[in-house]
């Protein structure tokens, strides 16, 4: 009867992986050979190995739980098909991630009943480790934490001796710079860290408070070992170069940092049980938490089985919760299959081609390095720096993107330029009238930056199909109705920055700039499409 209990368990995850496969193939390819390829995400290799264990070390209890089908699965499968369309057509690839995750709850909902989802609970949380945050997400919550790591780290150096300054992420020893991350990137260890903890937590048996003591200390011990590294890495460099940074050395301190950290959890879990123990209190015995698990015993099978021995197998397949968890996967694999959702970007002029000379204005044109056009994916993209006499240079940035599906999507320098060691002040929107008559306007993302005594102005906005937006919620809102009803989602950032000079005031200055882009909003219209349409 057992082997009958699990050939149907097999039989029902094997259909159900197949079909969930077919689906979400794309996204966990663009996952696997994008996102985890990322040296900030390649700990997730390691995860389906520890899923692989929690789920083993479950299975009896798995097995002993009765199966009890809900329809409460069908709470949180519709919504998961609805993240589905919106990660595709809007090009948030986190949506397309969290749909197969709650699809895959959902179907054991519908199929097994919330008991046996609480037996599953922690493996089902440890999988969500599996997806890299959303980009604009990430940065918002780990900015901070880099900048106290950097600073740490140069207070460690200057402890030390030797001469450090920084400006942002940057730490400059006056015989070089390190660059503590990418200035589009979160803090490294955090979360591998964080997940750490949670697993040494998981496994170590005391109250609660505890165990969040030991999951969330993570979080500081994360930006001290950072700030460790840092310092090694500037106490080394005069002796090693760049390889002090790179290479060997940096792989290697990197799981010094995972060994430091793991000695510095086991620890606290000492001093812990020093305080109020209690009996029990200590870590799972591996083989004692497996053999636990009540097994299932011959004469309670059927109270258990999905549907009784005197069924044949193939009535098994006609229950409702199969038919319409089957019925559920197919429609969205045949509407995604057979309607066309192909883009149709209209054809425009490339924006690499943007002219030197505008008005009274002569520009030159800058390239990024191939570093930063690989992290931000776009089709097309202009930088220029204008200037006329008598006047400070503006800087004009356009990325274009023919597409924001799959992945790629608009950077704002919200999120990238702090890291560069920018700091935004008075930041807020800004409507600017483009006539003398005030017949018409725009409105922008207005900052005033500031590093080493040095301010910039800056106007930014994001020109979605004839939409002027300033918010990266917008966008993903407005791409997946665009990519549904005029099967677009171009668009362009535009960035103009100009530098607040120590002679003049910040109303030269925004004068300045709003003359400029009088002057330059004609020529955009002529490179980025502006008006939506098929």
């Known amino acids: ?40 995400y390649n700990y997730c290799y390691l995860i389906p190995f520890v899923l692989v264990y929690l789920i083993w070390e479950k299975r009896n209890q798995w097995f002993n739980e009765p199966s009890i089908p809900s329809r409460g699965g069908l709470l949180v499968m519709l919504p998961a098909i609805l993240l589905f369309w919106f990660g595709e057509l809007a090009g948030e690839i986190f949506s397309s991630y969290i749909s197969s995750w709650l699809l895959i709850v959902g179907l054991l909902w519908l199929h097994t009943g ?24 990430n940065t918002k919550l780990t900015f901070n934490l880099k900048l106290i790591s950097s600073e740490i780290g140069v207070k460690m150096i200057q402890l030390l001796g030797m001469s450090a300054y920084r400006e942002g992420n940057i730490i400059d020893l006056g015989f070089t710079q390190l660059q503590v991350v990418d200035a589009c990137s979160g803090l490294r260890y955090l979360i591998p860290l964080f997940l750490m903890g949670v697993l040494v937590a998981y496994f170590y048996r005391a109250a609660l408070w505890k165990r969040l003591i030991i999951a ?34 940096h792989d290697f301190s990197g799981w010094a940092i995972f060994m430091i950290s793991l000695a510095v959890l086991l620890a606290e879990i000492w001093v812990l049980r020093k305080i109020l123990p209690r009996p029990g209190e200590g870590f799972i015995r591996m083989k004692k938490a497996a053999d636990s698990n009540e097994k299932v015993e011959p004469e309670n099978l059927e109270k258990h089985d999905l549907v009784p021995e005197t069924k044949k197998a193939g009535i098994f397949f006609a229950q409702p919760q199969f038919i319409v968890g089957v019925a559920i996967l197919v429609a969205t694999i045949a509407l995604h299959s057979f309607i066309d959702f192909r883009e149709k970007p209209p054809i425009s002029r490339p924006v690499s081609r943007f002219p030197l000379v505008v008005g009274e204005w002569e520009g030159k044109r800058q390239f990024l390095d191939q570093q930063f056009i690989d992290v931000l994916q776009f089709s097309d993209y202009t930088s220029i720096d204008y200037a006329k006499q008598g006047s400070p240079p503006v800087n004009i940035y356009v990325a274009y993107y023919e597409s924001q599906r799959k992945g790629r999507s608009i950077h704002s320098p919200e999120t990238c330029l702090p890291g560069s060691g920018w700091i935004f002040n008075q930041a807020g929107t800004m409507t600017i009238p483009l006539s003398g008559k005030n017949s018409s306007s725009i409105t922008v993302m207005r900052a005033i930056m500031e590093k080493s005594g040095s301010r910039q102005l800056v106007y930014f906005w994001f020109n979605q199909r004839g939409r002027i937006l300033t918010n990266a919620y917008q966008m993903k809102i407005y791409n997946f109705w665009d990519a549904l009803v005029k099967k677009r989602t171009d668009g362009a950032l535009i960035r103009i920055i100009t530098p607040v000079t120590s002679a003049e005031k910040i109303e030269d200055a925004e004068k300045r700039l709003q003359s400029f882009m009088r002057d330059i909003m004609p020529l955009l219209n002529e490179y980025i499409p502006t008006m939506p349409g098929n």
């Not at 969330?216 to 080394?236: D, G, K, V």
Request: no cysteine; hydrophobic share 55%.
């Open 1 to 40: 009867m057992l082997s009958i209990l699990k050939s149907r368990t097999v039989w029902l995850v094997t259909i159900f992986m197949m079909l969930l496969a077919v689906l979400y193939y794309p996204s966990y390819d663009w996952l696997i050979s994008n996102d985890w390829a990322r040296e900030d």
């Open 216 to 249: 969330f200390s993570t979080i500081p011990l994360s930006i001290i070992t950072n700030s460790l590294r840092i310092s090694l890495t500037a106490i080394l460099y005069p002796f090693l170069g760049p390889a002090a940074a790179e290479g060997f050395f």
């Open 114 to 137: 919330w008991h046996k989802i609480r037996v599953m609970a922690f493996p089902l949380f440890v999988s969500l480790f599996l997806f890299p945050l959303p980009h604009f997400i």
